[in-house]
């Protein structure tokens, strides 16, 4: 097939997810095509069967801010009409799935028909889309996609609550690709960063407030109070600032690392012993997948789709968001016995082969084919 893949370039987890999910069609033979304003982060080096078209948007004195969703609609029907695409993927509600029926308006105009897929990836409808500036937005943009799938049960539920959906939703989970994520030896590396042989801990976020990367330093503080060890941050953000002057509070700035934002997530998982994730909101927790594929145990909050992703007790511990010393606690049992580390670390393994790419990516491939099939037979008809 001919897919076309709208989504943010950036190092969230919508804009990842597409990215290797698009790497891995082409790998199985599909063209895939990228419309966005920037190269995706996870899109480097040269992929067969893979292309990037850049979106402009006018820059006229008269916008205050330039007219993304007009310039990405036109983008999209120059694209559709020339590389002659069988369907388009968009990747988080907000434009994308109304800039992509926008297109398809477009172009039943001159005579072409396009389907759209939309998948839901969390924020745009628990934050931006439960806004009343963009729900009845949102809702229109799903219920006018062709095919819609959310990336967790929690998301699809909270989305049936939220909108009133007139479309089935698939729940098509994350997934991962062992050929990238897995614990190669960097031992090296390892001690380079703890040549103490300190415990490495590890966090990776968009440091946003929802994320709550200050949690992770508290429960780091307790850690290191009890264990040597060091805290790796990787990313950047908003709330950068305030952490640093966290660290200096708490006066542990020597043992936490700010790496900043980072393209091979994986060779510092590699080396971490465990991995803490306190979101108040995630719908479905990629970076925590990411890290049991490793074979690096997670500590969470039990919240959104991470009961999904994480089995309590097995690969790792789920407490309460704001549970600083509940969360220090678990990661001390962990961390505090060889064997206990051992036996999650293997655990953590079993349970990323769940979501293993080679298992999911055939799932969108049929999600695909029946949205087809299925606008085929609704042209028809109206014809």
Known sequence: MRIGIVCYPTYGGSGVVATELGIALASKGHQI??????RPARLTGFHKSIYYHEVSPIDYPLFDYSPYDSALASKLVDVVLHEKLDLVHVHYAIPHATVGYLAKMILRSKGVHLPIVTTLHGTDITIVGNDPSYAPVVEFGINESDG???????????????????RDIEVIPNFIDF??????????????????GEFIVMHTSNFRKVKRVDNVIRVFHGISKKVPAKLLLVGDGPERNNLEILCRELKICEDVIFLGKQDAIEEL?????????????E??????????????????????????????GFCGYM????????????ALSILSSPAKLKEFRKNA????????????????ED????VVERSRVTLKKES
Not at 299 to 304: C, K, N, R, T, W
Not at 319 to 330: F, S
């Open 283 to 312: 719908s479905f927790g990629l970076s925590a997948l990411e890290a049991l594929a490793c074979e690096v145990p997670v500590i969470s909050s039990d919240i959104g789709g991470l009961p999904e992703v994480i089995t309590d």
């Open 269 to 281: 998982l590699a080396i971490s012993d465990l991995f803490i994730l306190p979101s108040e909101s």
């Open 179 to 196: 050929r990238r994520f897995n614990r190669k030896n960097k031992a090296h590396f390892r001690k380079a960063i703890t040549p103490n």
């Open 33 to 38: 095509h990228f419309i966005t304003y920037r």
């Open 349 to 364: 393994l079993t349970q990323a082969k769940k979501f293993d790419i080679e298992k999911i990516i055939p799932i969108y």
């Open 148 to 166: 819609v799938t959310a990336v967790s049960q929690q998301l699809k539920d909270s989305t049936l609550d939220q909108f009133s959906i007139t």
């Open 319 to 330: 407490k309460a968001p704001d549970d600083i010393e509940g969360m220090t606690e678990a």
């Open 367 to 370: 999600h695909y084919k029946r």
